[in-house]
């Protein structure tokens, strides 16, 4: 069992790629489960509370609470159990200026991850400022989606059935066509191996960092042909009668 905050931080942040991340995939939440359930489990207990006291102990903590908790218990209550916990960690990164001395984006997205999810909407507007001066526009983009749908049902509907709680009339519309949409977003989008973004058009690279053969997209791609040992092989494109709907 792995056992240690950088463990924690160098599975999410290097041996992950981004798109695994909010993708579900019943292998991924395997491998969460079998690597950091148990860890996970001490720290919903509080028996990590050690952690907090450091930047890296307390990021480790917001990935297992506020992330690998919905990748190991997916459709389950126990899936939301540490968002509270975790949206204290995230303050006090902020109060200690943790998150100001954070000098990797990515690392500053998850930090306040926390925020994202939160069914309050004082807490989502306090992400969107946030983000903008910490984050990436995509990541800001869902936030305010997220505002969106707070200030229209004052919580997310997507998780009323892994909560048990009953939906009205207008939620399982909006359910209806949110499933709808995701069905149809996942057939036409491919998303970057690099950056998470998805679009209809993405080329398949290696560098000599990476030299695994992977997908970026066109940003990316012309970011990625500066770098040592860049080899391109192929496009992929979406289908192109699903691009034409």
């Not at 240690?4 to 993708?23: E, G, K, T």
């Not at 307390?58 to 506020?66: G, R, Y």
């Not at 303050?91 to 998850?110: C, H, K, S």
């Amino acid at each position: 069992m792995e056992t240690s905050p950088n463990a924690v931080l160098r599975f999410w942040f290097h041996d992950c790629r981004p798109h695994q991340w909010f993708r579900r995939n019943a292998d991924f939440d395997a491998l969460v489960l079998r690597r950091f359930g148990k860890l996970t489990c001490s720290a919903l207990k509080g028996e990590l509370s050690q952690w907090e006291q450091n930047a890296t102990g307390a990021l480790a903590l917001v990935l297992m609470m506020d992330q690998f908790t919905r990748q190991i218990w997916r459709n389950e209550p126990r899936a939301f159990s540490g968002d509270v916990h975790a949206l204290r960690l995230t303050r006090q990164a902020i109060a200690d200026g943790w998150l100001d001395a954070e000098p990797e984006q990515v690392r500053r997205q998850f930090w306040l991850m926390p925020m994202l999810h939160s069914e309050e909407i004082e807490v989502i507007e306090g992400a969107i400022s946030l983000l903008e001066r910490w984050s990436d526009p995509a990541t800001v983009a869902v936030a305010c989606r997220n505002k969106t749908l707070i200030q229209r049902f004052g919580r997310y509907p997507q998780r009323n059935a892994a909560l048990g709680r009953p939906s009205s009339h207008e939620e399982l519309v909006f359910l209806k066509d949110w499933r709808s949409h995701g069905k149809q977003k996942r057939c036409q989008l491919h998303a970057c191996d690099q950056c998470s973004r998805q679009g209809p058009i993405h080329y398949r690279v290696k560098t000599a960092a990476q030299p695994s053969w992977q997908f970026a997209c066109p940003s990316c791609w012309i970011n990625l042909q500066h770098h040592p040992g860049y080899q391109y092989g192929g496009t992929r494109k979406a289908n192109r009668r699903e691009r034409q709907r």
